[in-house]
């Protein structure tokens, strides 16, 4: 007895000392995150997460079912603002309600810019005619795609005046921007997403104030306005004309898609490129040579900055006695602005301009320019005034890709100061091999590709979402493009357009060729390598913002305590972003096709004229990288619709006519159509138009047939 009250003693004394143990432990990782988190508080890094509360805000304003009410977001966001100063004293409910202040900010941002620019859209395809005056043109290599900014529009239907139109017209324009013109044009409205989830051009027209989207029919008159034009739709006008008369310039000297590449690269019109070399530089993971992004508004900056600060260093007297780096600063500020303005200012060379003028009025006020708190400040300002874009893949990849490279750039600022202070004591075999890799990675060719790295890593998870594709070859892609930038398209651009009034500007032009020729050549053999492009299916709609905060957890905090959080944050994620197919049945807004998923496990494309655009969607969406031409086999169509078994073995119909209602809603166990189906319909799930109006673009899953 006594042996085994011993005994017992001793298996307490255990379980308690495992216990204090536990406790011990515990206690010690949580004094070090609180240890790290001063840390941080110091860095002043929790004001980054204030701006991604207010991010936050904007998605939960887009998630809405319906449009929230504008008065009680701006109430929501007065309100926490005013306890958030109430409760200055108390750090954790000031944290607390700044937070919910900056989180109900973003929400009250999309709320105003919705009302802000809410403008008539046409309800459905009509023919009217319209006059307005053309605000921009596209010029195509046959045809053109213009903007009218209408002032009347007479047949189109319930008498809807929209404010913007895009429109397409087939022969050469005889008008340019600036130009009153009358014509009739066949409108219908900007396409909703074809998934949920998915690239919403209706959503991008609405913020841009486009009411409908056609093409012009018969001949368009040029004719005098009823009353001046607007003063700032003139600026812009004569903008645009030049900006085509220079791409014109460019390509008819270096002709073909290299000449559309140019032209792109210069002027920022990107619709003379065919979509074969669209295709070729995309499978290369270069597209964004064509766009102006980021990196050239960098560059030009750059250049603006050191040559201005060069030229006032060649006089003694300003070097000496005056501040010709904060000039040099504000000039190059002015440079930026007018080559933003030069190149069409669209929502993605804003953003690059938003960024480029906060780092470079930090170096007016004596501030570091390259920091994580003046890229959170741009972010905070597009999402007070642009809030939209957060939802585009442009700011998503500039934003990742701008915040990796100031990570790393703080890593290596952190790095040396502690170097310089290790060198004092002596290095073991581990530590001196450890400072070789480092140094590797800071300087020389290691450092540009250590960065470039980084940069595709926290990019990845956006460009699998956004576009369903990664690219294994970015690593040699991105210095590719970087070079082609830095040494050709930049440069160029801006002694070209110096030179293009005095007619000068030709062998500038021939040679951006020679760098077009190289980086189209290399691009060819990226493309055309093995797995140069990797298909990827639709995440789970939770995925991406889990794989964000992981993104964020890295960038935004300094010691790795905290951004150790990044690991389950980007294993939750991972799991949603490999989860398995998709959907089954995929039903865009319009009704008239759809994609279901068949016995064999692959999607079929429905529908007598299935939406080319949807049916790549669909494919892309599902990691299938076939063309929507090849995917109709499986299902069978006639002229009243078509019918198809799913993977479940039960029978999906689309119906286009009325005919096809009395057999079909008997026998198919979901009905698809464009129509109103009629209240007696008897199969079990009805997707019509008055569905579709509800919910926009629908996709299910199936459910195994019980056996």
């Not at 406790?23 to 609180?34: C, E, K, N, S």
């Not at 690059?352 to 890229?375: C, K, Q």
């Not at 939802?391 to 502690?418: H, P």
């Not at 064999?600 to 529908?607: C, E, K, N, P, Y």
Request: positive net charge; charged residues 20%.
């Amino acid at each position: 007895m006594g042996e085994a009250s011993r005994t017992a003693e001793k298996e307490a004394g255990g379980r308690d000392y495992s216990s204090r143990l536990l406790r011990l432990r515990v206690w010690g990782m949580a004094a070090a995150l609180r240890a790290s988190l001063e840390r941080e508080r110091a860095l002043r890094r929790p004001f980054l997460w204030l701006v991604v509360a207010a991010g936050a805000g904007v998605v939960l304003y887009f998630s809405a079912e319906r449009e929230p009410s504008l008065a009680l977001s701006l109430s929501a966001l007065f309100a926490f603002a005013v306890i958030a100063a109430l409760t200055r004293r108390h750090a954790r409910a000031h944290a607390l309600f700044l937070a919910l202040a900056f989180l109900a900010g973003g929400f009250a941002s999309g709320a105003w810019r919705t009302a802000r620019v809410a403008a008539p859209i046409v309800p459905r395809v009509g023919i009217g005619e319209l006059t307005g005056f053309v605000e921009e043109v596209d010029l195509r290599r046959a045809g053109a795609r213009f903007i009218l900014r209408v002032a009347s529009a007479e047949g189109l239907p319930d008498d809807v005046m929209p404010a913007r139109v895009r429109l397409t017209t087939r022969g050469d324009p005889n008008f340019s921007a600036g130009d009153f013109i009358a014509l009739k044009a066949r409108l219908m409205p900007p396409a909703r997403a074809a998934l949920p989830g998915g690239y919403d051009f209706a959503r991008d027209a609405f913020f841009a104030r486009l009411g409908g989207v056609g093409n012009a029919l018969g001949r368009i008159e040029t004719m005098s306005p009823p009353e001046p034009a607007p003063l700032s739709l003139l600026f812009f006008a004569r903008v645009d004309r030049m900006r085509n008369a220079l791409a014109m310039r460019v390509y008819r000297i270096i002709e073909g898609d290299a000449g559309a590449i140019a032209a792109a690269m210069v002027t920022g019109k990107r619709d003379l490129l065919s979509d074969d070399a669209k295709n070729l530089i995309r499978r290369a993971g270069i597209f964004h040579i064509i766009t102006i992004s980021g990196v050239q508004m960098t560059l030009v900056a750059g250049i603006f900055f050191v040559g201005f600060r060069r030229l006032l260093a060649t006089s003694q007297t300003l070097a000496l006695n005056y501040p010709i780096k904060k000039w040099a600063a504000a000039l190059a500020m002015l440079g930026a602005i007018l080559y933003d303005i030069g190149t069409g200012s669209r929502v993605g060379t804003e953003r690059a301009l938003v960024m480029t003028l906060i780092m470079l009025a930090a170096a007016l006020f004596d501030r570091p320019s390259l920091s994580m708190r003046n890229l959170a400040l741009a972010a905070l300002l597009i999402i007070a005034f642009e809030p939209e874009a957060l939802l585009g893949a442009s700011f998503q990849l500039s934003f990742a890709a701008v915040a990796a490279l100031i990570a790393v750039y703080e890593w290596r600022d952190e790095y040396l100061a502690k170097r310089r202070i290790d060198d004092r004591a002596p290095q073991t075999w581990w530590g001196a091999l450890r400072q070789s890799v480092v140094e590797r990675l800071l300087h020389g060719p290691g450092a540009a590709i250590f960065a470039t790295l980084c940069a595709t890593s926290a990019t990845a998870s956006f460009m699998a979402n956004d576009f369903h594709e990664l690219s294994p070859y970015v690593l040699i892609g991105n210095p590719l493009t970087l070079a082609i930038i830095e040494f050709f398209a930049v440069p160029c651009a801006l002694l070209g357009a110096a030179l293009y009034p005095l007619g000068l500007d030709g062998f500038i032009w021939r040679y951006l060729k020679m760098g077009i020729d190289l980086v189209t050549y290399l691009a060819g053999l990226i493309a055309s390598a093995p797995g140069a492009s990797l298909p990827v299916k639709a995440f789970a709609p939770w995925a991406i913002l889990f794989l964000t905060l992981a993104v964020l957890s890295l960038v935004l905090w300094r010691t790795w305590a905290w951004r150790a959080l990044a690991i389950p944050l980007a294993l939750i994620g991972l799991m949603g972003a490999t989860g398995g197919a998709p959907f089954d049945l995929a039903v865009p807004a319009t009704g008239d096709s759809a994609a279901l998923r068949l016995p064999s496990g692959q999607l079929a494309v429905m529908g007598q004229k299935p939406s080319a655009f949807a049916a790549e969607q669909w494919l892309r969406a599902d990691g299938d990288a076939r063309l929507s031409a090849d995917a109709r086999s499986g299902v069978a169509c006639d002229d009243l619709g078509c019918v198809a078994k799913a993977i479940d073995g039960r029978f999906v119909a689309l119906i286009a006519e009325r005919g096809a209602f009395l057999e079909d809603c008997a026998r198919a166990a979901v009905v698809v159509t464009p129509l109103y189906a009629p209240t007696g319909c008897a199969a079990p799930i009805v997707i019509d138009r008055r569905k579709l109006g509800e919910t926009g673009a629908v996709s299910l899953r199936f459910r195994a047939l019980p056996s």
